[in-house]
Each structure stands twice: as structure tokens, then as C-alpha cells.
């Protein structure tokens, strides 16, 4: 079985990109695979969310979809990345689902896999 790390730009991808990116992940990893957010990816959400900007509505649409989907919440907050690395470090069969480009160059040189937007309308596996 395979874990999904999910990053906070990926939950706003829904908004900003107009996927599902819940059924795109499915679509990429077809194996067995539970998804995990960290708690200070909820954070950066509710955080972004204050704001009328179009970042505000996108943090709004990613903390409504996680609300209605089965994601796991790990209790692990402060840096993000940092802790998405760390976390990448300590556990195989991890997937990463972002779409930050430094974050991926740093998983990518750890050998953990990435899930992130390719053009503008659909998810790619690296």
C-alpha cells in the first residue's frame, strides 16, 4: 500500500487549476493508497483562507474538500516543507502529491516519488 503525503498547494489546485484532484489520484496511483495531510499543511490552509484574495478562496475550497474526503491528519506542524522531507526520509512506499518546484527538486534527490500538475489540466507521477 502506498501513503500520499498531500502538500498544501496540491489542495488548492481545485480551485485554481479546476481538477479533482482527488479522483486525478486515484487515476495516477492505481495500487491501494491512503492520503495524509500534516497538520501544518492545515494550518497554511486556514492561515491562507482569511483573505478575499484568489489564494484566500483556493485555501477555502481545499479545507472544504478535505472536510468531505477521508484524509488522514498527521500531528506534525511548523515548516511544511521541512517536515514533508522529513517525513519523505523516514517512510518507503511515500508518495509526495505538490506542486512546488524546489520541494519536488528536494524529494526527487531523496528518491521519494512525486504526484504533481502537468500543463494545466491533469496530474503526472515522477
Known amino acids: 500500500m502506498k501513503d500520499v503525503l498531500i502538500d498544501t498547494n496540491f489542495l488548492t489546485l ?5 481538477l479533482d484532484v482527488f479522483n486525478q489520484l ?4 492505481p495500487e491501494k493508497h ?16 482569511t483573505g478575499k484574495t484568489k489564494a484566500g478562496i483556493a485555501a ?4 472544504s474538500l478535505l472536510e468531505k ?12 516543507d521541512n517536515q514533508i522531507i522529513a ?19 528536494r524529494l526527487k534527490g531523496l528518491g521519494v ?3 504533481s500538475l502537468r500543463g494545466n489540466h491533469s496530474l503526472t507521477r515522477i
Open 113 to 115: 516519488e512525486v504526484v
Open 60 to 63: 477555502k475550497v481545499g479545507l
Open 26 to 29: 486515484s487515476e495516477v496511483i
Open 69 to 80: 474526503s477521508e484524509v488522514e491528519v498527521l500531528p506534525l506542524s511548523g515548516d511544511v
Open 14 to 18: 481545485p480551485h485554481t487549476h479546476k
Open 34 to 49: 491512503r492520503l495524509f495531510v500534516l497538520k501544518g499543511t492545515l494550518e497554511e490552509l486556514k492561515a491562507l483562507s
Open 87 to 105: 517525513y519523505a526520509t523516514n517512510h518507503e512506499n511515500l508518495i509526495v502529491a505538490t506542486n512546488d518546484r524546489e520541494l519536488k527538486k
